[in-house]
Each structure stands twice: as C-alpha cells, then as structure tokens.
Nanobody, 116 residues
Framework: QVQLVESGGGVVQAGGSLRLSCAVS????????MGWYRQAPGNQRELVAT???????DYADSVKGRFTISRNNAKNTVYLEMNSLKPEDTAVYYC??????????WGQGTQVTVSS
C-alpha cells in the first residue's frame, strides 16, 4: 500500500522560507514522478512543481526562481524548498506520486500560510 505523508507547513511572514517534505511508503518511489500541488480556498488545485524519476524538474511560472523541488530516492522523500514567500502562496500543499498514465497517489496536505 502506498502512503504519502507531507510535513513542514506552517505560518511564515512574507519574504520568509519554508521547506516541505513528503515521505512515501512502499516500493514505488524510485520509479514515480513526484509533484507538489496546492489549493487555496475557492480555487482549483494547481500544479506547483514536478520532478521526474530521472530528476528533471518543471515549475509553475508563479514559483519559478523562488521554489525548488528535489528528491532523495534513498529516503523515499521529495522536498519543496520555498523562498521569498508571498501571501498568494497561502494554500494547502499536496504531494502526489504518479506511476505511468494510470496510478496516482496523494498525500493528505499540509497548510502553508504566508502573512503580509
């Protein structure tokens, strides 16, 4: 059974930094494409950043240059380093694992609140 557990959310002032972690149980991590998504109240869930099993990354335009996604296959963990945070980054952040075109696994989410 695959489980994803996010941690590292919290309250931070604008301009500050946070580091999110997502620990993945099971044996799929090394072959999974991992991603961070976020959902603010009243908004649809949106892609923040992805990292392929081989390490290539992609970012939403709104976070480019401020956020960095990385993975540690030995620890079955994916990270999201968030710098220069803005109030509009406030959302619940979700971790997702994707295996091929069909299998998708989500974490429970972690709240990030950026105060102005």
């Amino acid at each position: 059974q695959v489980q994803l557990v996010e941690s590292g959310g919290g309250v931070v002032q604008a301009g500050g930094s946070l580091r999110l972690s997502c620990a993945v149980s099971g044996t799929i991590f090394s072959i999974a494409a991992m991603g961070w998504y976020r959902q603010a109240p009243g908004n649809q869930r949106e892609l923040v950043a992805t990292i392929a099993s081989g390490g290539s990354t992609d970012y939403a335009d709104s976070v480019k240059g401020r956020f960095t996604i990385s993975r540690n296959n030995a620890k079955n963990t994916v990270y999201l380093e968030m710098n220069s945070l803005k109030p509009e980054d406030t959302a619940v952040y979700y971790c997702r694992a994707a295996i091929g075109p069909i299998y998708r696994y989500w974490g429970q989410g972690t709240q990030v609140t950026v105060s102005s």
